[in-house]
Every structure is written in structure tokens, then in C-alpha cells.
């Protein structure tokens, strides 16, 4: 149980796009999902806190109209990077709060590349 | 300051070469304390939650620990293939937010 997916797992895209990542907990209803990046060697760092049905809250630093949350319903949350630039480049992992332990279960990740 | 330090950074182990890793937090507001695993490219993996002082909890070759200060994972007898970056956090009162440790990265050499 408590599994989490992410789609895709791998996207390479050109300068100027968006791009969107799904964030799915497969088998548990998550109060909170969030949205984390991971550079090379670094532990994560939290973007972004998503409730459903609300706006999310981000960190500071994070700039919201780059970085779009969506969350749809208790098992979706989406984040979509608009206006892709290469330093936007990264590994993207979410997470999902178990709603009856507060456990946070983790994506597999979305690794992507901007050219 | 919520803080969430974890040592050492760095560990390489014989096979079969007991050891603990440490982690040390701020203790104001802990609800829960958690321990995952990452493997490269991967995103991390659930391995234990902690609540109070005192508590303990195993899963194979992993023991951990939580005192008022600080956890432990125990990694007993170890395996090459419990090579891997293993993550600390804490989860205060006000939300779910974790704070995480920088990680020990551990290397089992057979």
C-alpha cells in the first residue's frame, strides 16, 4: 500500500514550452500533496504545499506563476513549469500526506531536461 | 530555527560491518519523526515514522531509535545492496511539512 506514481518519469523540452507533471497516490486519499526539486548531491527542497480545492502555498522563492499546482481532487496534483528555461532543469519528486497516518509517501520522481 | 542534522555525511562499510547513523533535530513542535531511503534517480522511500521518545522500530537488517534530541538508524550486519542515500525528517505540530536532514550516504562494499 501508500504508493505514489508520477507521469512522466522522464521529459526533455525545448526552451519557451510548459511541461506538466502528474502526481497520483494510487491507493490512498492525501490531504496535502507536495512538490519538491533536487539538485545533484542535495537533500530536497520543498516548493510547494498543495491542498485540494485550494491554492497552493509556496516557498519563498519559488516564483507561483512559473511553477503552477493543481490539485485537483484528493489522489491528483499536478505541477506544470511554464515558460521551461535550462536552469529549470532538474529532478522534480512529489509527495503524498496519508490522510489517516500523516505519512508522506514519495513519487519516483520526473527528470527534466530543458534545451 | 526548525533544523535537521544528520551525520555522517558520509559512511563506507565492510559487509557485514555493523553501524549507526545519527540524526539530531530542534525539538520544539516534533510530531513525527521519519526516516526514508533514496536510491539514485529515485525518489525517496518510506522506511519508518517515529513519535515519541523511546520509540523503536525494525525492519530487517534497520533498527530506529528516537530520543528527545535525537534518532538513530541502526544498520546491522549490512549488505551491499543497502547502499544508498538515507534521509531524516521531522514533521512539527503546525502542518505537513518535513524538514529534512542533508542525507548520509552509505556504501557497503562486499
Known amino acids: 500500500g501508500a504508493v505514489v506514481s508520477q507521469h512522466p518519469s522522464r521529459v526533455i523540452c525545448k526552451s519557451g514550452t510548459s511541461v506538466k507533471i502528474e502526481c497520483r497516490s494510487l491507493?490512498?486519499?492525501?490531504?496535502?500533496m507536495f512538490w519538491y526539486r533536487q539538485f545533484p548531491k542535495q537533500s530536497l527542497m520543498l516548493m510547494a504545499t498543495s491542498n485540494e480545492g485550494s491554492k497552493a502555498t509556496y516557498e519563498q522563492g519559488v516564483e507561483k506563476d512559473k511553477f503552477l499546482i493543481n490539485h485537483a481532487s484528493l489522489t491528483l496534483s499536478t505541477l506544470t513549469v511554464t515558460s521551461a528555461h535550462p536552469e529549470d532543469s532538474s529532478f522534480y519528486i512529489c509527495s503524498a500526506d496519508h490522510r489517516s497516518s500523516y505519512e508522506q509517501y514519495f513519487g519516483p520522481g520526473t527528470r527534466l531536461t530543458v534545451t | 530555527e526548525d533544523q535537521v542534522t544528520q551525520s555522517p555525511e558520509a559512511l563506507r562499510l565492510q559487509e557485514g560491518e555493523s553501524s549507526s547513523l545519527n540524526c539530531s533535530y530542534t525539538?520544539?513542535?516534533?510530531?513525527?519523526l521519519f526516516w526514508y531511503r533514496q536510491d539514485p534517480g529515485k525518489g525517496p522511500e518510506f522506511l519508518f515514522t517515529?513519535?515519541?521518545a523511546g520509540e523503536e522500530k525494525e525492519k530487517e537488517r534497520l533498527k530506529a531509535t528516537l530520543t528527545k534530541k535525537e534518532s538513530f538508524l541502526h544498520i546491522t550486519a549490512p549488505k551491499p545492496e543497502d547502499s544508498a542515500t538515507y534521509l531524516c525528517?521531522?514533521?512539527?505540530?503546525?502542518?505537513?511539512?518535513?524538514?529534512f536532514g542533508q542525507g548520509t550516504e552509505l556504501s557497503v562494499k562486499p
Open positions: 525539538v520544539s513542535g516534533l510530531r513525527g
Open positions: 517515529l513519535y515519541s
Open positions: 491507493d490512498f486519499q492525501a490531504t496535502t
Open positions: 525528517a521531522k514533521v512539527n505540530n503546525q502542518g505537513g511539512k518535513l524538514i
